[in-house]
């Protein structure tokens, strides 16, 4: 029996991770964390009936309090209910699924406590991946990658640690403007960036997935994984998301990780390295497949990827200033507050505009999110 903490268990990855946990028999949760759907929470907890259920919302954690008042669950809030959810004695792995910078502390903290990490918070890395690389590698604990790309590399790279990589591919399906030319993403609004052509995904990464900041963010995130420097990553668009990424070895032999757009994959993947279990679901069949295509991508239009690879070269505290600004402008966008291309242009803004550091401390980063938030109200 595993038994698994779930930070951001009421979003796209915490409820697939569930359905995966349904799925198989040996799976215990002990603790699941939200940030305020305390009714699909509640329905998590009574199913599944975890020791400890964190709301990060204080009042909607004192209404969940309320309505758990029948059983033995204990309720808790803020980022001391996130760490504490994280760190579960009985915890063997942490899967971190929450969205934003939140994620950072609460994986420190259970890395500190010897937790293994299924990683899908993309933030976590992207900020401050010269803190947790270092500190995992000093308490021997595994960061097993969730994302369905990093995943592939991951898969790519199993039995491989001795070979040299050459490079990196990176794989995007382009989202539903692919082809898309400048003027035309003037006019994008919220339901049309909101409908991606292949992944059922949160709302926030669905835009960034539309805008190819989200691959920005992967290509950070795929640095600090997998040590390659930011030259030895490429990104190529490959529309049908059959091919998940791709790995070239120095003798010229790729390897890919090829399946159905399937979350369940890679988190069930990463819940049980390194051994595969059945996966109920969609296979592909070569025999009616008509095309697997691969295309360059866009940086002109999608500014959103080429501003990652220039805050990820530039490093320090970069990564974060264009994480938060993402943030920030995405929700004014989802808003009705701002166009689509303003995002961009927002992102700009904070780059030229907050300080730079060099060697951030965790204070440091938490500091730099805020400034830009600050900057850019």
């Given at each position: 029996m595993k038994n698994i903490a779930i930070l951001g268990s009421t979003g796209s990855i915490g409820t697939q991770t569930l359905e995966v946990?349904?799925?198989?028999?040996?799976?215990?949760?002990?603790?699941?964390?939200?940030?305020?759907?305390?009714?699909?929470?509640?329905?998590?907890?009574?199913?599944?009936?975890?020791?400890?259920?964190?709301?990060?919302?204080?009042?909607?954690a004192e209404e969940l309090k309320e309505r758990l008042r029948d059983t033995d669950i204990r309720v808790v809030t803020g980022m001391s209910g996130l760490i504490e959810a994280a760190c579960v004695p009985e915890a063997d792995i942490m899967l971190g699924a929450v969205v934003g910078m939140i994620g950072i502390q609460p994986t420190i903290e259970a890395i500190k406590a010897g937790k293994d990490i299924a990683l899908a918070n993309?933030?976590?890395?992207?900020?401050?991946?010269?803190?947790?690389?270092?500190?995992?590698?000093?308490?021997?604990?595994?960061?097993?990658?969730?994302?369905?790309?990093?995943?592939?590399?991951?898969?790519?790279?199993?039995?491989?640690?001795?070979?040299?990589?050459?490079?990196?591919?990176?794989?995007?399906?382009g989202g539903p403007f692919r082809g898309f030319t400048k003027a035309q993403l003037e006019n994008v609004k919220p339901e049309d960036a909101l409908k991606h052509p292949n992944w059922a995904m949160g709302r926030k990464i669905t835009i960034d997935s539309s805008t190819?900041?989200?691959?920005?963010?992967?290509?950070?995130?795929?640095?600090?994984?997998?040590?390659?420097?930011?030259?030895?990553?490429?990104?190529?668009?490959?529309?049908?998301?059959?091919?998940?990424?791709?790995?070239?070895?120095?003798?010229?032999?790729?390897?890919?990780?090829?399946?159905?757009?399937?979350?369940k994959l890679p988190i069930q993947y990463a819940l049980y390295?390194?051994?595969r279990r059945f996966l109920p679901g969609k296979r592909l069949d070569f025999k009616t497949m008509t095309a697997i295509t691969v295309e360059s991508p866009d940086t002109e239009v999608f500014e959103g990827l080429k501003l990652a690879y220039e805050a990820g070269r530039r490093g320090g505290n970069a990564p974060t200033v264009f994480n938060a600004a993402n943030e920030f402008a995405v929700q004014k966008f989802l808003d009705r507050e701002i166009g689509y291309t303003d995002i961009y242009r927002l992102i700009k803004k904070a780059y030229d505009t907050?300080?730079?550091?060099?060697?951030?401390?965790?204070?440091?980063?938490?500091?730099?999110?805020?400034?830009?938030?600050?900057?850019?109200?």
């Open positions: 946990v349904r799925e198989n028999g040996d799976l215990r949760v002990v603790s699941l964390a939200a940030l305020k759907n305390i009714d699909l929470l509640e329905q998590q907890a009574r199913e599944f009936k975890p020791g400890l259920v964190c709301v990060y919302d204080g009042k909607k993309k933030e976590t890395l992207v900020c401050a991946g010269h803190i947790i690389i270092p500190l995992a590698k000093e308490k021997g604990v595994q960061l097993l990658p969730v994302d369905s790309e990093h995943s592939a590399i991951f898969q790519c790279l199993h039995g491989e640690r001795e070979n040299r990589v050459t490079r990196i591919l990176l794989t995007a399906s190819m900041v989200n691959k920005g963010l992967e290509v950070m995130e795929a640095k600090w994984l997998f040590d390659v420097d930011y030259d030895d990553i490429e990104v190529v668009i490959q529309p049908q998301s059959i091919i998940h990424s791709m790995v070239e070895f120095e003798d010229g032999a790729v390897k890919a990780q090829l399946g159905t757009p399937d979350m390295y390194p051994e907050v300080p730079f550091i060099e060697d951030p401390t965790l204070e440091e980063i938490l500091e730099t999110e805020q400034k830009t938030y600050e900057v850019l109200s």
